[in-house]
């Protein structure tokens, strides 16, 4: 049995929304600025992010129309490069590209609901029963269950469950937005200007700089969300490119004016090197009592992170157990639900995992380098093909060819070496994650063939 394709244009792009604004936007902005101590620089940086974005949607685009089946990269970089280099990118999507955010995400959701409990409290200072660790946890592991369970009941139940959540997740946004620029201090709109570094001190490199925009690209990711369920979407030709450019155009959009909100909300001093970004605008501009509903709004925002998550990482297992590169019982379509289910109970085990061991955030850390690799080959792939297949029937072909691909592949490779320059540990890491992957791979075939 196979997946129907039973998901529409807004389900297409709510997923893509739910997939980008997550943690990103709310804990990043006053680290930039601590490290570039330039407010125009911070702004310049997340437009740059919102076109790294945008390319690579144009070029996932002509890809996903080729081939609009589930699975997204691991199906392109199969069909171009073959069998090894698409394991790979499943290799990192299951031990750590979706499970890992899903427990991240869900552990947040405990912290911020626990600040909202403390923001209605007569003493804010006064223990809560979510102030324990474990607590925590247990709240995750709750919110981890919940959303597997729905994406295991149906498609179409956990696709409304997921418009509902991202409409939702959009309006606090705005409202955020909307009531942020009435609030705030016009008279301090020179703070989108303001240069925050010491007198005399330089402005900083082209390395620190590509490690910023590394920084705002984890905000970014997810703009891809929409080629993982690709075999999913209803009329994907005409569907996908308006879906994935979509997406990513008005989560940029939103972006850009948050860190408008963000910048002026308080003095610069106060929100530099700052990870709660979103915490300090909110006191700042609406003081204790208001804020802690927007501390309990980015709370949802962070649940619809985490379904759509649950959503869209099994169909990658789903698509390579079906290729015979991971258990065929992987590629199980439930008789009554229509969904891989095991593919979902398998990563809902996974990061129950990461929830209890409290590692999920290093794991993300670790493996930003080593998950910008597979988009760049992706990217690289579509150039590949358009040498060397150029008669492959396209229904969407990038436009500006060939500079929208190289511009991506630019500077996504920039980031790259930066993060490799200033994050060596971590990067090194990562590649040896990823080498690992290639005896598994040798390993799983051998067993196979057995």
């Known amino acids: 049995m196979d997946l129907k394709r039973q998901l529409g244009v807004y389900t297409g792009v709510f997923i893509i929304v739910a997939d980008m604004i997550g943690t990103g936007i709310f804990m990043t902005t006053g680290n930039l600025l601590g490290m570039t101590g330039n407010a125009v620089t911070v702004l310049v940086l997340w437009g740059i992010g919102g076109i790294v974005a945008l390319t690579g949607s ?22 171009t490069f073959g069998p090894l280099p698409a394991f790979l990118t499943g290799w990192i999507s299951l031990v750590v590209g979706f499970s890992a955010p899903v427990a991240t995400s869900s552990l947040l959701v405990a912290q911020y609901f626990n600040r909202f409990m403390h923001g209605l409290a007569a003493d804010p200072a006064a223990p809560q029963a979510l102030d324990s660790l474990w607590a925590q946890k ?37 409202s955020f937005i909307l009531f942020g620029f009435v609030m705030v201090d016009w008279s301090s709109a020179g703070r989108l200007t303001a240069d925050y570094r010491p007198a005399g001190q330089e402005a900083v490199g082209i390395p620190v700089l590509g490690l910023a925009l590394l920084i705002v690209m984890f905000a ?54 700052k990870d709660e970004i979103g915490a300090i605008a909110g006191r700042s501009l609406f003081g204790p009592g208001v804020s802690a509903f927007f501390t309990l709004g980015i709370a949802v925002i962070l649940l619809s992170a985490v379904s759509v998550q649950t959503m869209i990482g099994p169909r990658v297992y789903y698509a390579m157990a079906k290729d015979g590169l991971m258990f065929r019982s992987l590629a199980s379509i439930h008789p009554r639900f229509e969904t891989p289910a ?52 396209r229904p969407y072909r990038v436009p500006l060819y060939p500079l929208v691909p190289v511009l991506y592949i630019t500077l996504t490779l920039a980031m790259m070496t930066a993060a490799l320059m200033n994050w060596t540990t971590t990067s090194l890491f990562a590649i040896g994650v990823l080498a690992l992957g290639v005896p598994v791979f040798y390993l799983w075939r051998r067993v196979v063939r057995k």
């Open 342 to 393: 095991l593919s979902i109970v398998i990563q809902m085990a996974l990061a129950l995992l990461y929830v209890f061991t409290g590692s999920a955030m290093t794991l993300v850390i670790y493996m930003g380098f080593a998950l910008n690799i597979y988009p760049v080959l992706t990217v690289v792939g579509l150039i590949y093909l358009r040498k060397k297949h150029p008669g492959i029937r």
């Open 220 to 273: 970014y990711s997810g703009w891809n969300g929409a080629v993982y369920i690709a075999g999913e979407i209803k009329n994907p030709e005409r569907n996908l490119p308006r879906i994935l450019f979509t997406g990513t155009l008005v989560t940029t959009a939103l972006y850009l004016l948050l860190n408008v909100v963000f910048l002026l909300s308080s003095p610069g001093g106060d929100i530099m090197g």
């Open 58 to 79: 144009l070029c996932y685009a002509e890809l996903a129309t080729m081939w609009p089946d589930v699975g997204g990269e691991y199906v392109y970089l199969k069909k």
């Open 138 to 174: 247990g709240v995750a592991a709750c919110v981890v269950v919940f959303f597997a369970l729905i994406h295991i009941v149906g498609v179409k139940k956990g696709g409304y469950f997921q418009n509902f959540l991202t409409v939702l997740k959009i309006l606090l946004v705005v």
